[in-house]
C-alpha cells in the first residue's frame, strides 16, 4: 500500500501484513508454527460439541423424567447452537495466540466501501444456494428412493419452541453461528491444511467433509438415512464454498452470504 508522503518528502511505500494471507500461512507453516494438529482437531472438534451441546439438553429432559430425552433436545438446536460456537471460538483464540495473530485476523477488514463485500456477498449466495437446492432431492432419491423425504417435524422442521427461543434463533443463533462456521472452516482450517499438504485438493477434501459432517449432526437424529441424507444434500454446497475461499481469500462476504442461508433456514424450520 502507498501512503501519501508528508510535503518536501519522498515517496514512501508501506507493506501492509494480512496475517492470514496464503504468504504469510505458509511462512507460519514452514517455520512449524502450525502443526498438522490443531486445523485437524478444530474441524473434528466443531462436530464433537454440537453432540455434546446435544447431549447437555438431553440430560436435563432426563432429569425432567421426559420418555425421550435425545429427541426432545433436538428442536432447540439454535438454542444450543451456541455453546458449540463458544467451544470453536475459544480454540481458535488459542491457536491463533501461537501463531502471534488475532482472532479477528482470521475474517480480516470488510470492504463496504462503494458495498463492495456487500455486492460479493450477493454474488457467492447466487453462486452457492442453487448447489443446495439442487442437492436437496438427489439426496433425498439415494437415501430414501424419493424426492419427498421424511423432514422429521418436531425435529428439523416444524419445531415448536417458546417464544423466547424463537427470538433468540432469530437474534442471537443466526448472528454468531455463521462468522464461527466460516471462520473455523474457511478462514482457520482451509489455509493451513493447504499450506501443511501443498495441495488445495487435499485441503479442500478434508474441510469438506467435516464441514459436511456437521450438517449431518446438527441436530443429531439417530438415524443412518437421515445422517446420508443431511450429508450427501450438503456436501456439493460446502465444497463451493471453499472453492470460492481460495480463489478471492475473502472471508467477509461468505459470512454475509452464510448469514442469509441461516436466517432462511430458521424461518423454514421453525414453527411460527
Same mark, same amino acid.
Given at each position: 500500500?502507498?501512503?501519501?508522503?508528508?510535503?518536501?518528502?519522498?515517496?514512501?511505500?508501506?507493506?501492509?501484513?494480512?496475517?492470514?494471507?496464503?504468504?504469510?500461512?505458509?511462512?507460519?507453516?514452514?517455520?512449524?508454527?502450525?502443526?498438522?494438529?490443531?486445523?485437524?482437531?478444530l474441524i473434528v472438534a466443531r462436530s464433537a460439541f454440537i453432540i455434546a451441546a446435544q447431549?447437555?439438553?438431553?440430560?436435563?429432559?432426563?432429569?425432567?423424567?421426559?420418555?425421550?430425552?435425545?429427541?426432545?433436545?433436538?428442536?432447540?438446536?439454535?438454542?444450543?447452537?451456541?455453546?458449540?460456537?463458544?467451544?470453536?471460538?475459544?480454540?481458535?483464540?488459542?491457536?491463533?495466540?501461537?501463531?502471534?495473530?488475532?482472532?479477528?485476523?482470521?475474517?480480516?477488514?470488510?470492504?463496504?466501501?462503494?458495498?463492495?463485500?456487500?455486492?460479493?456477498? *450477493?454474488?457467492?449466495?447466487?453462486?452457492?444456494?442453487?448447489?443446495?437446492?439442487?442437492?436437496?432431492?438427489?439426496?433425498?432419491?439415494?437415501?430414501?428412493?424419493?424426492?419427498?423425504?421424511?423432514?422429521?417435524?418436531?425435529?428439523?422442521?416444524?419445531?415448536?419452541?417458546?417464544?423466547?427461543?424463537?427470538?433468540?434463533?432469530?437474534?442471537?443463533?443466526?448472528?454468531?453461528?455463521?462468522?464461527?462456521?466460516?471462520?473455523?472452516?474457511?478462514?482457520?482450517?482451509?489455509?493451513?491444511?493447504?499450506?501443511?499438504?501443498?495441495?488445495?485438493?487435499?485441503?479442500?477434501?478434508?474441510?469438506?467433509?467435516?464441514?459436511?459432517?456437521?450438517?449431518?449432526f446438527l441436530p443429531f437424529i439417530v438415524n443412518g438415512r437421515y445422517v446420508v441424507w443431511?450429508?450427501?444434500?450438503?456436501?456439493?454446497?460446502?465444497?463451493? *464454498?471453499?472453492?470460492?475461499?481460495?480463489?478471492?481469500?475473502?472471508?467477509?462476504?461468505?459470512?454475509?452470504?452464510?448469514?442469509?442461508?441461516?436466517?432462511?433456514?430458521?424461518?423454514?424450520?421453525?414453527?411460527?
Amino acid at each position: 500500500m502507498e501512503r501519501t508522503p508528508e510535503p518536501g518528502q519522498s515517496p514512501i511505500v508501506e507493506t501492509i501484513s494480512v496475517p492470514n494471507s496464503k504468504a504469510q500461512v505458509e511462512e507460519r507453516a514452514t517455520a512449524g508454527q502450525i502443526p498438522w494438529s490443531r486445523p485437524l482437531i478444530l474441524i473434528v472438534a466443531r462436530s464433537a460439541f454440537i453432540i455434546a451441546a446435544q447431549g447437555l439438553v438431553a440430560a436435563i429432559y432426563l432429569l425432567r423424567h421426559h420418555p425421550i430425552p435425545w429427541n426432545a433436545a433436538a428442536p432447540w438446536w439454535t438454542v444450543y447452537a451456541t455453546l458449540v460456537d463458544a467451544g470453536c471460538l475459544a480454540l481458535m483464540a488459542r491457536y491463533a495466540r501461537a501463531e502471534g495473530i488475532r482472532l479477528r485476523d482470521l475474517i480480516g477488514r470488510p470492504r463496504l466501501r462503494w458495498g463492495r463485500d456487500i455486492f460479493l456477498g *450477493m454474488a457467492y449466495l447466487a453462486i452457492i444456494f442453487p448447489f443446495f437446492w439442487l442437492a436437496a432431492p438427489w439426496a433425498s432419491r439415494i437415501a430414501y428412493g424419493t424426492t419427498q423425504p421424511d423432514m422429521y417435524p418436531g425435529f428439523l422442521t416444524a419445531r415448536a419452541l417458546p417464544l423466547w427461543g424463537v427470538i433468540y434463533s432469530l437474534s442471537v443463533f443466526w448472528i454468531i453461528w455463521s462468522p464461527t462456521e466460516e471462520m473455523t472452516y474457511n478462514g482457520y482450517a482451509l489455509p493451513r491444511l493447504y499450506a501443511l499438504s501443498g495441495r488445495w485438493w487435499v485441503a479442500v477434501s478434508i474441510v469438506s467433509f467435516w464441514w459436511t459432517v456437521q450438517h449431518s449432526f446438527l441436530p443429531f437424529i439417530v438415524n443412518g438415512r437421515y445422517v446420508v441424507w443431511r450429508f450427501l444434500a450438503f456436501l456439493p454446497g460446502v465444497i463451493v *464454498m471453499t472453492l470460492l475461499y481460495l480463489w478471492k481469500r475473502r472471508l467477509f462476504p461468505l459470512i454475509l452470504a452464510h448469514w442469509t442461508m441461516d436466517i432462511l433456514a430458521i424461518f423454514i424450520t421453525l414453527k411460527f
